[in-house]
């Protein structure tokens, strides 16, 4: 059977992914920082779905750490089919003149550089086997700019511009290259963002149905699972209450 490999598996889009494939029978590589949690999700996994699981704790900003992580998955585990770039974070959200520079560091250094580090360390054996998915999280705000969310959309929006340069380098290996493009979903995502703040956190998704993990899981799937001949270049998906980046229909 065919072999995921999911960064950001310990929570969200990531988590909701890694149940969703295994379901359907894949053998499923789990990969983010909290060991214990991708523990538990193994765990759940191999016995709800009796498909084998690879555990790597990696922190995706540590590009030696993750050159060696891949380096270090067993022969069979190497050749993997799709891989899922969508560990990542907001950090903030704050007007440009009032940020953090950390922050800046934190959201470009995952968003933008683990993916790389990542794809850079599976890009060969998909060469190799001349097939293969690169599935990129990126975001509406990768298409589209906030106030206060500057830098964050910078860095999507850089997720967003490598898919395409991927897709274009690496259409001689066959490598289909899927950037996807989530609004407002209800995860952990603004509980980071808030640094630990709930109250503010559960703001942002009060008033309205937002997406939730699963869905993103399902649309990852479905585009994972078209036949050889046809790439789903782009996929956004929104909230029904959400427009675009600054419109969201809130009840009173
Ligand atoms: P969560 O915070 O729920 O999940 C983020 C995941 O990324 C966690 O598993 C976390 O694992 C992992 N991660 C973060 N930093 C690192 C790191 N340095 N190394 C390895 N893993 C890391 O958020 P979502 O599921 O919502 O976010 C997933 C992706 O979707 C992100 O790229 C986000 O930007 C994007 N997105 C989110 C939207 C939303 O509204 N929620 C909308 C559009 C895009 P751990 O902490 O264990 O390392
Ligand atoms: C996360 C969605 O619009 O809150 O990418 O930045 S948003």
Not at 4 to 26: D, E, M, N, Q
Not at 167 to 180: C, E, Q
């Amino acid at each position: 059977m065919a072999i995921v490999c999911i960064t950001g598996a310990s929570s969200g889009f990531g988590r909701a992914s890694a149940l969703k494939f295994a379901a359907a029978g894949y053998q499923v590589i789990l990969c983010a920082r909290r060991k214990e949690r991708l523990d538990a999700l193994s765990e759940q996994l191999e016995k709800s779905f009796g498909i084998p699981t690879y555990v790597m704790p990696v922190d995706v900003r540590d590009a030696a750490a993750v050159k060696i992580a891949f380096e270090q998955l067993p022969d069979h585990w190497k050749q993997i089919d799709v891989l899922i770039n969508n560990a990542g974070l907001a950090a903030g959200r704050d007007a440009f003149q009032d940020a953090n520079p950390d922050d800046w560091e934190a959201m470009i250094d995952t968003n933008l550089k683990g993916l790389l580090y990542v794809t850079k360390a599976v890009v060969p054996t998909m060469m190799q086997q001349r097939s293969g998915h690169i599935i990129n999280v990126s975001s509406l705000a990768g298409r589209e700019v906030y106030p206060q969310g500057n830098v964050y959309c910078a860095s999507k929006h850089a997720v967003t511009a490598l898919s395409k340069g991927l897709r274009m380098d690496l259409l001689p290996y066959r490598i289909k290259v899927t950037n996807i493009s989530p609004g407002l979903a209800e995860t952990e995502f603004s509980l980071v963002r808030f640094k630990g703040d709930a109250d503010k956190a559960s703001q942002v998704y009060a008033g309205y149905e937002p997406l939730h993990p699963e869905d993103i899981a399902d649309v990852i799937f479905f585009a994972a699972t078209r036949p050889p001949h046809m790439n789903l270049e782009e996929i956004t998906l929104l909230p029904t209450a959400q427009s675009d980046s600054r419109t969201v229909y809130k009840e009173q």
